[in-house]
């Protein structure tokens, strides 16, 4: 039924030629280092070398492709302004109080700073064009580390990106509180490539949280903007990483992420988001366990309205004895939206012991809403406890009475009991101001009278 | 006499096109406690749940009034809203929604108005100090892993913070130990007033010790088949419900 628009011409926006010069100018209006530029340009060639897709990989077949740009730009290089604080209006999803905070907005940095605690161990946050000049050698060194793009957006990805930040945390440092990346969507500005990277050195401890907003939500753009996030995680030996997403992208945004983390030994990532904007958000996350004793956990909040579409495609790869992941994702529907969830555990031969799991559980608010859970076991080990469930369903009708027969509201109940199924999810995000976001954007989001279309 | 403060007025309820209860009568006036006992399939689920209005169960004939007011055009909320409380058999446990959000709204919905937090605390210890609860306890969720006897306590602990006018008890007494059916049972008679009138469904008498009936019926296959006092419920504890059902297939033939 889709496959006309599908027919389009694919590359016809990918001009070899002209993006390498793009990719120059970029790399050099932001006075990269000569390495740097090696990197974009190294991954552009492996992007001009691939597919997009073909419609035909398991991850891709149940996405609506059609809404999905097959775009590679080169975006604005917002001059010198790496490193300059410019003004803007405060995030929404702002904190009174954290550890550390990178605030950008189009490329262009509107805060960062660091507690002393932090800074004191040797922990930094910084937007990743500055940490590529002033700590070259770390960047260098972990930039893609975590192995070759699996595809044409992630290769895209590192090649073009004009914002993103870099965490790290050295050998046993300890930072309590979360970090922030916060992102506005500058949404005259159309396409926007970030890179995040966050490195935990052995025995550390790091909670990055990550936030995006869209600077007009009500504009009516003429495109769709679309908006590609490569983060990459490392969590060393010992090593305990957090990495929470929050995204409110401007609805007609075409939104695709590439989340990679590997778990070192006894090290541990943790990895959760919550989607509410953009028309198409689709997300890959792929946790790495090739060392003993890792764990690694992913959870996954969505709140779809309107014709929203949204997905995840996650692996669970286990390689090292004895480590353990564990899904979650928990979504709520309303009107025709949609949600595809495809989740792989793979356990190659070595991975004795494994302990995985995954839940994905699907809340129908309207007839017109549907999901389409699809949790998938490849088990190469034979001594592992492996375990999946899924659904889709209404609210239960028993749970509405109850409340119900105790004098609350039917709307009233639903919300409750729609919240309390989130709540799991919501309830661990690493920070109370973010919960309390994450609270606010779930009642917005089930609001029927809300204005998006 | 006082007049009727809840009334069951030849009711028919049927389930997926089955009539389960089958032209049912009962005026409970305030101050009473009656109790209706019948065995398994009698009807008694079915007609604790109809009368808070579960969708499950559609109502062919007859009528429910609380205070002289049909309540059969009336939501669940509504009706719980206007006094009307049901202890259910079996809780529903709702993940992720705490007792004590659930409780505020629950009392705040049955006022009209939003408790005061200070109020809303001070009544919600009393209670709970009543029912001997932790309270740690309304920070769990709704009914989520509670155990049997935890459950029922729950209800008692609702009915004890929102004051209905008439409390429909849904064999409350199953599933507890003694030591819990004694509790629970005192949370029912420190509510009971003569302002209120309680109905006890239940399949076993065992309750009735502790709470004590005005009136006793016996319910079998959706209709009332005997009405007496106290001694009823003797009666049936001694020579269970064969008699009753003989008589009531006679009555079937002979009509």
């Not at chain 1, 290089?77 to 490193?83: F, K, L, M, T």
């Not at chain 1, 922030?180 to 935990?200: E, K, P, R, S």
């Not at chain 1, 998938?376 to 509405?400: F, N, R, T, W, Y």
Request: hydrophobic residues 40%.
């Amino acid at each position: 039924m889709t496959q006309a628009t599908l027919e389009v011409p694919a590359d016809a926006e990918i001009k070899p030629d002209e993006l390498r010069a793009q990719v120059a100018e970029l790399s050099r209006s932001k006075g990269e280092p000569d390495w740097l530029l090696a990197f974009r340009l190294a991954s552009l060639e492996q992007a001009i070398g691939m597919e997009w897709w073909t419609g035909q990989e398991e991850s891709w077949r149940r996405t609506p492709r059609e809404r999905l740009p097959r775009r590679a730009r080169v975006g604005r290089v917002a001059g010198s302004a790496n490193g300059t604080a410019i003004s803007v209006p405060q995030h929404v999803f702002a904190p009174d109080a954290h550890a550390g905070l990178v605030h950008q907005i189009d490329g262009r940095v509107a805060a960062s700073n660091l507690v002393e605690q932090a800074r004191a161990q040797g922990v930094i946050i910084k937007p990743l064009a500055a940490a590529a000049r002033e700590n070259s050698d770390l960047i260098q060194k972990w930039l893609g580390a975590i192995g070759a793009p699996a595809d044409r957006y992630e290769a895209f990805g590192r090649a073009l990106w004009t914002q993103g930040v870099f965490v790290y945390a050295p050998r046993g440092a300890i930072v309590d509180e979360s970090l922030f990346y916060l992102i506005t969507q500058d949404v005259a500005q159309g396409d926007h490539w970030h890179y995040t990277l966050v490195v935990a050195e052995r025995e550390s401890q790091v909670s990055l949280i990550d936030g995006g907003d869209a600077d007009d939500r009500r504009a009516e753009l003429p495109e769709a903007p679309l908006i590609h996030a490569t983060v990459e995680l490392i969590a060393e030996d010992g090593a305990n990483l957090q990495f929470a997403s929050v995204q409110r992208w401007h609805r007609q945004t075409a939104a695709i992420s590439t989340t990679r983390g590997r778990v070192g030994r006894d090290a541990s990532i943790r990895v959760t988001t919550a989607a509410f904007g953009a028309d198409l958000d689709k997300q890959r996350i792929d946790l790495d366990l090739s060392q003993n004793g890792g764990f690694a956990e992913i959870r996954g909040l969505f709140v779809g309205d309107g014709k929203q579409h949204i997905e995840h495609v996650t692996r669970q790869h286990h390689k090292g004895v004895g480590a353990t992941s564990d899904l979650l994702i928990r979504g709520v529907l309303t009107d025709e939206s949609q949600a595809v969830q495809y989740g792989l555990i793979r356990i190659e031969p070595e991975g004795q012991k494994t302990s995985a799991h995954q839940t994905m559980r699907n809340l129908l608010l309207d007839d017109g809403a549907g999901a389409d859970p699809i949790p998938m076991l490849e088990i190469e080990a034979d001594d592992v406890k492996c375990s999946h469930a899924a659904a889709v369903g209404p609210v239960d009708p028993d749970q509405l009475f109850y409340l119900q027969a105790r004098g609350i509201p039917p709307r009233v109940a639903e919300r409750m009991v729609v919240r309390g199924f989130l709540s799991e999810i919501a309830d661990g995000v690493p920070d109370e101001h973010m919960r309390e976001v994450i609270d606010e954007l779930v009642e917005i989001q089930l609001e029927p009278a809300k204005a998006a279309t | 006499m006082t007049s009727p403060l809840f009334e069951i007025d030849s009711l028919e309820v049927a389930v997926e096109d089955k009539q389960i209860v089958n032209g049912l009568s009962l005026t409970l006036r305030p101050g009473e406690v009656h109790a209706i006992m019948g065995p398994n399939g009698s009807g008694k689920s079915t007609l604790a749940n109809s009368l808070m209005g579960h969708p499950r169960y559609t109502i062919n004939s007859g009528d429910i009034r609380l205070a002289g007011e049909s309540v059969l055009e009336m939501a669940p909320d509504e009706r719980a809203r206007a006094g009307l409380f049901l202890a259910f058999q079996y809780p529903t446990d709702i993940p992720g929604v705490s007792m004590i959000n659930f409780l505020r709204r629950a009392m705040s919905a049955r006022r009209g108005e939003e408790i005061p937090v200070r109020e809303f605390r001070q009544v919600l210890n009393e209670v709970l100090g009543r029912l001997q609860m932790d309270e740690q306890f309304v920070r769990r969720y709704v009914n989520d892993g509670f155990s049997g006897g935890e459950k029922k306590r729950a209800e008692i602990l609702q009915l004890g913070l929102l004051q209905p006018l008439v409390a429909v008890m849904d064999e409350t007494d199953s599933g507890l130990d003694i030591d819990a059916l004694r509790i629970v049972s005192e949370g029912v008679n420190t509510f009971h007033s003569d302002d209120n009138a309680i109905l006890l469904i239940t399949h076993y008498q065992r309750i009735l010790r502790y709470v004590q009936p005005d009136h006793v019926h016996v319910l079998l296959d959706g209709r009332i088949v005997e009405s007496g006092d106290a001694s009823l419920a003797e009666r049936l504890e001694r020579d269970g419900y064969e008699p009753f059902m003989e008589r009531a297939e006679e009555r079937v033939l002979t009509s």
